[in-house]
């Protein structure tokens, strides 16, 4: 295949001069002596009109063009033209059609237009294919992109913590088990604590890796596996690690806003609010009072379940910050407030219309505080399988706070998606592993 091939993404640059092109078509209309293709090719969602008119066409295949259907991979020769009525402003006239595989007639049926979820699912890897539903992958791309410049910029370094764990970093019950040779191991629910081990060796560090939770959660927003960008930062107490965060959702969010309006425009999100600095911050405390006068009455102590936790940032109608989370809600590693030792300096991002999509904090350093509190989960952790984890709070332990992304949440949330397994190539959900 030829290596100066012309990407539709890079058109401009090739006004009046013949090019070559490949990509699929994605439309074609028959008209007498005249077929028109418009052709995707990956490099953007905008498709390019082709016009292939017999009498101009080099290559003797006219009519097995004009027999071609949705989604058979073609190259072309033509000549790029201006033209204002074609959806993207130009045309190729085509002098050679290479046929380089055909489709058929089943294609569409594949995922007629009213398909339930499930045969979407079943037929993700064509569904894919497309202006569309390629532009999300697209965004969760850029979104990758843009948080990486961020963690770069700020001098953080990337690191790969292994996914096969020997103990669990959230809770008990979400916990995949696997069989590994003659023992039992997990994946992993969070890099969090490796990378806590990391800040030792390059004192920022991040992290772009897949996490598992076996949660039964049939919701618009849970995943079984999901992407999770994860940072830890040395010497980083908790009003630094709230500032930083702010200026993270910032930065990708600016850069998007920028770069990609195009994309936020197929999905009518171009009135996508970059939020500013301070984000407003909410105490579990406030919240409980707040979402009482709401009519959602939540004991102290207990969670804030997805339905008033939404309810709640409703009234704010911009991401907010839900902090100091109970120390009986929070994993053992977060750190004690100093001024109230009942709570932690925990924050939740939680995004309007969404939920949660951070989780961050400052993690604890006293040794004994996280034995105390290890012994109290039901069931107790054993400290012998943190082994490791424990000596960093016993040679040279240093103020530290990171947080967790769910980059299918925070993808969704910019897209406005109505389901999270919009927002991954191949969603794991509680029933499906395919494709
Ligand atoms: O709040 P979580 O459980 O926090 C942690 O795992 C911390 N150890 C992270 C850290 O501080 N390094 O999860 C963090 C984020 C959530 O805010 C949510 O966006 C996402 O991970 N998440 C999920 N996304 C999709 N499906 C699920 N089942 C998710 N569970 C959590």
Redesign the pocket.
């Known amino acids: 295949m030829k290596s100066n091939l012309v990407k539709i993404s890079e058109l401009g640059k090739h006004l009046d001069k013949d090019i070559t092109l490949a990509g699929w078509v994605w439309q074609i209309r028959k008209q007498g002596k005249l077929v028109f293709i418009d052709l995707f090719d990956g490099s953007t969602y905008k498709t390019l009109q082709t016009t292939v008119k017999k009498n101009k066409l080099e290559s003797n295949n006219f009519d097995a063009i004009a027999k071609l259907y949705r989604g058979a991979s073609i190259q072309i020769f033509g000549t790029l033209k201006e033209d204002q009525r074609a959806p993207y402003g130009y045309e190729v006239l085509a002098k050679k059609v290479d046929i380089i595989h055909p489709s058929s007639e089943e294609y569409d049926q594949l995922v007629p237009p009213d398909a339930g979820p499930d045969v979407k699912l079943s037929k993700r890897h064509i569904l894919i294919r497309g202006p569309k539903t390629s532009s999300i992958l697209r965004m969760r791309s850029r979104v990758l992109q843009y948080s990486r410049e961020f963690f770069f910029s700020r001098g953080a370094e990337e690191v790969s913590p292994p996914t096969i764990v020997e103990a669990q970093?959230?809770?008990g019950a979400?916990l995949f088990e696997i069989q590994y040779f003659d023992r039992k191991a997990y994946l992993t629910?969070?890099?969090?604590?490796y990378?806590e081990t990391a800040i030792f060796a390059l004192r920022d560090v991040f992290c772009v890796l897949p996490?598992y939770?076996a949660?039964k959660?049939r919701t618009r927003?849970?995943?079984?596996?999901?992407t999770?960008v994860?940072?830890?930062y040395a010497f980083m107490d908790y009003e630094g690690l709230i500032d930083y965060l702010e200026d993270y959702i910032i930065h990708v969010l600016t850069r998007i806003k920028e770069n990609d309006k195009d994309l936020l425009a197929l999905f009518d999100r171009e009135d996508l609010q970059v939020p500013s600095k301070p984000f407003p911050r909410v105490t579990y405390d406030e919240a409980l009072k707040m979402l009482d006068e709401m009519g959602h009455h939540i004991e102290y102590g207990e969670d804030i379940s997805d339905a008033p936790e939404r309810a709640l940032v409703e009234k704010f109608g911009v991401p907010i910050i839900l902090e100091k989370f109970p120390k009986t809600l929070k994993?053992f590693?977060h750190k004690i407030n100093e001024e109230n030792p009942e709570v932690t300096n925990s924050a939740?991002?939680i995004f309007p219309g969404l939920g949660?999509?951070?989780?961050?904090?400052e993690r604890e350093t006293d040794l004994d505080s996280m034995l105390e509190r290890m012994a109290k989960m039901d069931p107790p952790l054993n400290p012998n399988d943190y082994y490791w984890y424990m000596d960093l709070r016993k040679y040279g332990s240093v103020p530290h706070s990171?947080?967790?992304?769910?980059?299918?949440?925070?993808v969704q949330w910019i897209l406005g998606l109505d389901h999270?397994r919009e927002a991954c190539l191949y969603p794991r959900l509680v029933n499906r592993v395919s494709p």
């Not at 629910?189 to 604590?193: A, D, E």
């Not at 990171?402 to 925070?410: D, N, P, V």
């Open positions: 970093a959230e809770g979400e629910q969070s890099s969090q604590l990378l996490s939770r949660e959660s927003r849970h995943l079984t596996e999901y999770h994860e940072g830890e994993p590693y939740d991002f949660e999509v951070i989780g961050s904090g990171g947080f967790g992304l769910g980059l299918e949440r925070f999270i």
